[in-house]
T-cell receptor, first 116, second 110 residues
Framework: NAGVMQNPRHLVRRRGQEARLRCSPM?????VYWYRQLPEEGLKFMVY????????ESGMPKERFSAEFPKEGPSILRIQQVVRGDSAAYFC??????????????FGEGSWLTVV | EDQVTQSPEALRLQEGESSSLNCSYT??????LFWYRQDPGKGPEFLFT???AGEEKEKERLKATLTKKESFLHITAPKPEDSATYLC???????????FGKGTMLLVSP
């Protein structure tokens, strides 16, 4: 059973370019979460999505950041006009719709964004 | 504001030297306390979920316990391969999303 798949694993963008990070949840999982991890800081929640719906985006910066989880295909985290402060590891996680073990979420290996 | 606080920030142990990591939380209506392990350059790996005070769970040299205000991750006779950052997290009320502590970086020397 494949885990949460993220790509690209590493991405370098120049200031002002766009970054697109993709996430395929574990098989059977319909909830997707995006987290950001900055050096010396913990994991910070960004957005929680279900298929075609954004459930909670309280951790998402108001500008330049957007996320989607379409009916078909992976979830996408999009960062427009990147700045150096966007350099971080971005982690996607997923959980099943009905999890008997509670709301355990499982993480991918992350996408490391470097803005130069 | 819901908070999850971990201590110590870093811990250095000799191989075989047992110790405990602490996670205190102020999340109202707690619906589980989660422990993860994170290796450098990797995503967090799920370890345990605890749901009620007094609950304990074990996995190899790790044992997690939960009280009404905090959780402990006990490491018995650690080995160098236990070196990692250990994260605890609690779900936001009403949602599945997790609020994470900053983690404890554990280094076990041979």
């Amino acid at each position: 059973n494949a885990g949460v798949m993220q790509n690209p694993r590493h991405l370098v963008r120049r200031r002002g370019q766009e970054a697109r990070l993709r996430c395929s949840p574990m098989k059977g999982h319909s909830h997707v979460y995006w987290y950001r991890q900055l050096p010396e800081e913990g994991l910070k929640f960004m957005v929680y999505l279900q298929k075609e719906n954004i459930i909670d985006e309280s951790g998402m910066p108001k500008e330049r950041f957007s996320a989607e989880f379409p009916k078909e295909g992976p979830s996408i985290l999009r960062i427009q006009q990147v700045v150096r402060g966007d350099s971080a590891a971005y982690f996607c996680a997923s959980s099943p719709l009905d999890d008997e073990t509670g709301n355990t979420i499982y993480f991918g290996e992350g996408s490391w964004l470097t803005v130069v | 504001e819901d908070q999850v606080t971990q201590s110590p920030e870093a811990l250095r142990l000799q191989e075989g030297e047992s110790s405990s990591l602490n996670c205190s939380y102020t999340v109202s209506g707690l619906r589980g306390l989660f422990w993860y392990r994170q290796d450098p350059g990797k995503g967090p790996e799920f370890l345990f979920t605890l749901y009620s005070a007094g609950e304990e769970k074990e996995k190899e040299r790790l044992k997690a316990t939960l009280t009404k205000k905090e959780s402990f991750l006990h490491i018995t006779a650690p080995k160098p391969e236990d070196s990692a950052t250990y994260l605890c997290a609690a779900p936001k009320p009403g949602y599945s999303t997790l609020t994470f502590g900053k983690g404890t970086m554990l280094l076990v020397s041979p």
